[in-house]
């Protein structure tokens, strides 16, 4: 098995389950109705360049959702959970095609969100994701 990279981050913030991924710069890039999430890419700045990632919380979604641009410019939609650890968060790997749960176990996905190595056996839950115009539109009916 390869070596997987890990993100940069202090013990402090592995055994807290601090996450590299802030919340929102503009906290009205993403609205909730109907059971569909939408962002507003005008608004997201985020997700202007690849490996960035949106963190969407609260404002009446049904559980956390992590929104990443992929490195081939495509988009991906998790909750916001690792399987290991459910309370814990994920981030984006940049340039390595992953995301890694924020605690001191790392455990890491591939961006088809199964593990790829750490104690979280399942997969994550992927959401669809379409484009429409300046809009990400992602379906949380499964949520």
């Known amino acids: 098995m390869a070596k997987v990279k890990k993100l940069p981050r202090s013990i ?3 055994i807290l389950g601090i996450p590299a991924t ?3 710069r503009d906290p009205a890039s993403f609205s909730y109705s109907a ?3 939408t962002v507003d890419l005008s608004r997201a700045a985020e997700l202007d360049v690849p ?3 949106l963190r969407c919380e609260g404002g009446g979604l049904p559980v956390r959702v992590l929104v990443v641009r992929d490195d081939k410019g495509g988009f991906k939609a998790y909750r916001n959970r690792c399987t290991h650890i ?3 968060r994920l981030d984006p790997v940049p340039g390595e095609g992953t995301v890694q749960c ?3 176990n790392s455990t890491t996905f591939g961006m088809d969100g199964k593990t790829i190595c750490g104690p979280g056996k399942h997969p994550l839950t992927l959401y669809p994701v379409t484009k429409e115009g300046g809009k990400l ?3 949380l009916h499964n949520a």
């Open 12 to 14: 402090f913030q592995r």
């Open 22 to 24: 802030k919340p929102p």
């Open 35 to 37: 059971g569909k999430l």
């Open 51 to 53: 490996g960035g990632a």
């Open 86 to 88: 459910g309370r814990r």
């Open 102 to 104: 924020c605690s001191v």
């Open 137 to 139: 539109i992602i379906d």
